[in-house]
């Protein structure tokens, strides 16, 4: 599979009624923003690509999810999905070099608004394909700068490709004429910004922020004077309506949502329900009752407090229910063998927003998207049986209405959880986290809503990071910080909740707080729970995460659960979710944050060779962690030379899921 400029998979439609489709208007003059709009559409991903790279793989890579048993995790390979991912994002930058050379090597003669215009959508251009190559090298790596011509490509390493894409941007944002107007043909072909030049400048002074961040740990010379330089360019994208976004719509094209199948469950990981478990000061049922859609006719204007209000437990102070026959113990996952038997009296209000609660059919209503196959209403109440156990004896019976919990890494190799009805469903071989897990919202699922690349929380936070370095970005990081935090609510619609969750010095499951000033470590701390299986209230002492065992040490000069940087990234994280799953697992790699448990097993993992039952027990390890796609195989029998001279850049020379990037903790 050469990345030429042919021969690629192409996805299922070319181009639909949304836009018009020549790619010649009027005898032979081609129309440049005809391939550039074709590249943006691409990248939306069709329900086939959608599936199998944005949910399967980079949702459950940054632990969005819980990865529907699909094992990515625990390193499990999929050529198929690495061979989509490779090729559709081969076709994604074909176009918009395809734009950029029709550009260049004009065809017929260009009217007094285009000789404007086409200098300007060029510049567009240059980002967009920018924009797709940092997709491809945080995939897989060493890329070609030279492909898309027809003939099989020069890789290049990945220090090479970031400094192309760097200098890339610096003068494509430079050359934007912000005075030049599209006209309204033009507009409606371009899905992002409709072709408005500031736009598209700060999104170019945003995307090489992002970048040039990307090599802090490894180039940290090179990330800093790049990244000042970007601030010097301009504001970059820093309100909602400058968000780099595109419309969704309801079908099979590529204009479909990205996690639009109804089979795909995406139930929420542990890692989405530590960090979000008693972070800020929002009360859940404040949240809930104001802000989640009631969908449901039949209960449309009745108050929701009282619903939610019965099945609320503090958080703060207890853990749940504790099932050590159910759930293998060997993960640094501090909430490992517990599930939370209620509503936690504080959730990050943004979380509740992503992940339906299970059994709120009155908030979710059967659209399809809750499905349990036939069934839109899979059950909440399941049992615990006893291993080995002809007669299924329940040891226990758990009610998960509205219950917040999330599934942890590795869940589908460990085999106490096939007996587990909480996860396995009541006829032990089921899927009972359908309707016992929160799982993401209909809102991302229906088609209906805007498909984000980049918002402006992204860009302050990002800042605040720069700051926290010492760099010179004209702001202090505790503003931008609290800026970004701003621009987050403002986009999911909740901003009168904003002033109280900024306030709370509450930690969250894995140690860290919301507000800025407050550093101060966490402890451990005594917290009640219930056995499971007799209902005996008990006490424990609860134990964060060990700073010093974290993948951030590795990195950190004081190794922390609560400094600023934790604090910037976590934020980050939440605020990406769901649409940004490639770079919450690429601020993962490069810093180890925010905090990720490693995968739970009963048997060893055959793709994680370095995976012990005692691992937990040691320091985290980048071996534990997944750290890019291996290349596809279709390549290497296409282009054996080529293949050969990519992996020669990667570390060690090792093409494997587990290499980490030059970038990343442990690649430079």
Not at 56 to 72: F, K, L, P, S, T
């Amino acid at each position: 599979m050469a990345l030429t400029l042919g021969g690629v998979m192409t996805s299922c439609n070319d181009f639909d009624d949304i836009n018009n489709n020549p790619l010649t208007t009027g005898g032979d003059k081609i129309k440049p923003y005809y391939s550039l709009l074709n590249s943006i559409k691409g990248a939306q991903m069709d329900p086939y690509l959608g599936e199998r790279l944005f949910v399967i793989e980079w949702a459950a890579a940054a632990r969005q999810d819980g990865e529907d048993g699909y094992g990515v995790s625990i390193g499990t390979k999929n050529d198929e999905y690495y061979g989509a991912a490779f090729s559709y994002n081969a076709n994604w930058m074909r176009d918009a070099y395809t734009c950029i050379s029709l550009i260049d090597e004009p065809q017929g003669t260009w009217t007094a608004h285009e000789k404007d215009f086409y200098p300007n959508l060029k510049q567009m251009a240059r980002i967009w394909r920018v924009q797709m190559m940092a997709q491809f090298v945080d995939n897989f790596g060493p890329a070609p700068l030279n492909g898309f011509q027809g003939v099989n490509p020069e890789f290049s390493s990945e220090k090479d490709v970031y400094y192309w894409m760097l200098a890339e941007l610096a003068d494509a944002v430079s050359n934007i004429n912000t005075e030049v107007a599209p006209n309204d043909d033009e507009k409606k072909n371009d899905p992002v910004f409709a072709f408005d030049a500031a736009k598209w400048k700060n999104y170019g002074i945003s995307l090489r922020m992002r970048l040039a961040m990307r090599l802090s740990e490894a180039d940290p010379a090179k990330a800093k004077s790049e990244f000042e330089a970007a601030v010097a360019q301009g504001s970059g994208i820093k309100t909602v309506d400058g968000t780099a976004a595109v419309q969704e719509y309801d079908g099979w094209s590529d204009w479909s949502g990205p996690m639009s199948r109804s089979w795909d469950i995406q139930s929420m990981s542990a890692t989405m329900a530590n960090l979000t478990t008693n972070f800020g000061g929002t009360a859940s049922v404040d949240a809930l009752a104001k802000y989640v859609k009631n969908t449901n006719k039949e209960e449309e204007g009745k108050e929701n407090e009282n619903r939610y209000a019965e099945h609320v437990k503090d958080a703060s102070t207890y853990l749940g229910l504790k099932f050590d026959q159910h759930w293998e113990p060997n993960t640094d996952n501090p909430t490992k063998q517990f599930f939370f038997d209620g509503l936690p009296s504080k959730v990050d209000p943004r979380a509740l927003l992503y992940y339906f609660l299970p059994g709120d059919y009155k908030n979710r209503t059967q659209t399809g998207y809750v499905a349990y196959f036939t069934n839109p209403k899979a059950p909440q109440v399941e049992k615990l049986w006893a291993k080995d156990d002809q007669n299924k004896t329940a040891l226990a019976t758990v009610d998960a209405t509205y219950c917040w919990n999330g599934l942890t890494a590795g869940y589908s190799s460990d085999e106490k959880a096939t007996t587990n009805g909480l996860v396995s469903g009541s006829d032990l071989g089921g899927y009972g986290y359908i309707g016992t897990y929160p799982a993401l919202a209909d809102e991302y699922r229906n088609s209906k809503n805007k498909r984000f690349f980049f918002g402006p929380w992204e860009t302050y936070f990002l800042l605040a990071e720069a700051a926290e370095r010492g760099w010179n970005v004209g702001t202090t990081a505790e503003a931008a910080y609290y800026a970004g935090i701003k621009a987050s609510f403002e986009y999911n619609g909740i901003e009168d909740l904003y002033d109280a969750y900024i306030a709370s010095e509450d930690y969250n499951r894995v140690g860290t707080s919301v507000k800025w000033s407050h550093t101060t470590e966490p402890t451990a701390t005594s917290m009640t729970f219930k056995n499971g299986y007799t209902g005996a209230e008990e006490t424990v002492t609860y134990e964060y995460p060990k700073a010093a065992n974290t993948l951030y040490a590795k990195v950190a000069q004081t190794p922390a659960l609560n400094d600023h940087l934790t604090k910037i990234i976590t934020q980050l994280y939440i605020a990406n979710t769901p649409y940004l799953p490639q770079e919450n697992w690429s601020n993962h790699r490069r810093l180890g944050l925010p905090f990720w448990e490693i995968p739970t097993s009963t048997m060893s993992i055959t793709d994680m060779k370095d995976w012990t039952k005692d691992s937990y027990k040691s320091a985290q390890s980048i071996s534990l962690f997944v750290q890019r796609f291996k290349y596809p195989s279709s390549l290497s029998s296409s282009d054996a030379a080529g293949y050969e001279k990519a992996v020669s850049f990667l570390k060690g020379g090792v093409d494997s899921n587990l290499t980490p990037l030059w970038w990343a903790i442990g690649g430079h």
